[in-house]
């Protein structure tokens, strides 16, 4: 139905830069929210970042000044820079998409993930 296809992890040292990518594919009306959480090992999932259909964005004070969520609505994309990384960012980051689904006349909204991607901070 809807998949969210995700690239960008890896292996970075502290201090430095990655820049996340997830594209959502499949039948679409339209996407509202679009966003990234992300757990590490131990810890429950949590938020990263949200952009809403609006534009406006949603920051926990963890990565506020860090992080910055951009979307490419003509895409149905959303990415995710990440800079002056951590230790602590060390996690798996899942993209996330509240997603208009269904035939026209009757749609909903449904909340797809992406597989998730590794991202590593260490020296």
């Known amino acids: 139905q809807v998949q969210l296809v995700e690239s960008g992890g890896g292996l970075v040292q502290p201090g430095g830069s990655l820049r996340l990518s997830c594209a959502a594919v499949g039948s679409i009306l339209s996407i509202n929210a679009m966003g990234w959480y992300r757990q590490a090992p131990g810890k429950l999932r949590e938020l990263v970042a949200l952009?809403?259909?609006?534009?406006?964005?949603n920051y926990p004070d963890s990565v506020k000044g860090r992080f910055t969520a951009s979307r490419d609505n003509a895409k149905n994309a959303v990415y995710l820079q990440m800079n002056s990384l951590k230790p602590e960012d060390t996690a798996v980051y899942y993209c996330?998409?509240?997603?208009?689904?269904?035939?026209?006349?009757?749609?909903?909204?449904?909340?797809?993930w992406g597989q998730g991607t590794q991202v590593t901070v260490s020296s």
């Open positions: 952009i809403t259909s609006g534009g406006s964005t």
């Open positions: 996330y998409a509240v997603v208009r689904v269904g035939p026209p006349e009757h749609a909903y909204l449904g909340q797809f």
